[in-house]
């Protein structure tokens, strides 16, 4: 498998914003877990950071890597194992940003995304191009109703909403990071 080792995506519980547009904190999901880490393991992604302030939110994440990790669930499906280990929960962006300059010795390319367009965008081509150049690339996906404000700010870009058929525009963000990963890593075969 062609592993992009320059790519990590961050999953942000807080900040972000509810329908209202105030900043709130979101809880951590099972389902994003297990349905994000299985995405980036397909798509060679280096890291999946899951990025809480909350310490019992933290905790909740991290018993559920540990049970597929080490304990009965890394016997029982080792495939959903080898997935989740990409899971690192951290207390914030900042930290992410940190931990990636120190490993790579260089300021990662942050993207954010978001279901509105915003006015610092970069397309799906230019992003695809600066990532196969070796790149190193931090992608950003907000839960609840997306990133707050500071997160988008902090990008140096913004990647396009994802559009489909019609008006509906709320996909949930393990399917958005599903389709902006094989967007962006994914290979066509035929």
């Known amino acids: 498998m062609l592993q992009y080792n320059y790519v990590d995506v961050a999953l942000v519980h807080h ?25 980036c393991r ?8 899951v990025i809480t302030p909350f ?5 909740f994440a991290e018993t559920i890597v540990s049970h597929w990790v080490q304990g009965y669930g890394s016997k029982a499906n080792p495939d959903r194992g080898s997935a989740l280990t990409l899971i ?11 931990s990636m300059r120190e490993k790579w010795g260089e300021d990662p390319l942050i993207l ?22 070796g790149g190193k690339v931090l ?14 700010d902090r990008a140096d870009a913004v990647l396009p909403p994802i559009y489909g058929t019609g008006d509906y525009n709320h996909l949930s963000v393990r ?7 094989d967007r962006l890593l994914g290979s066509f075969t035929g």
């Open 15 to 39: 900040p972000v914003v509810n329908k209202r547009g105030e900043t709130i904190g979101s809880a951590i999901t099972n389902l994003d877990l297990h349905d994000i880490a299985r995405a």
């Open 42 to 49: 397909t798509y060679g992604v280096n890291n999946y950071w």
């Open 55 to 59: 310490a019992e939110q933290q905790k």
């Open 88 to 98: 690192k929960v951290c207390s914030d962006l900042e930290r992410v940003i940190d």
């Open 112 to 133: 954010t995304t978001c279901a509105k367009p915003q006015t610092n965008f970069m397309d799906y081509g230019e992003a695809k191009q600066r990532i196969k150049n």
């Open 139 to 152: 992608l950003v996906f907000g839960t609840a109703w997306g990133l707050a404000p500071e997160v988008l």
């Open 175 to 181: 399917s958005a990071v599903a389709i902006i990963l």
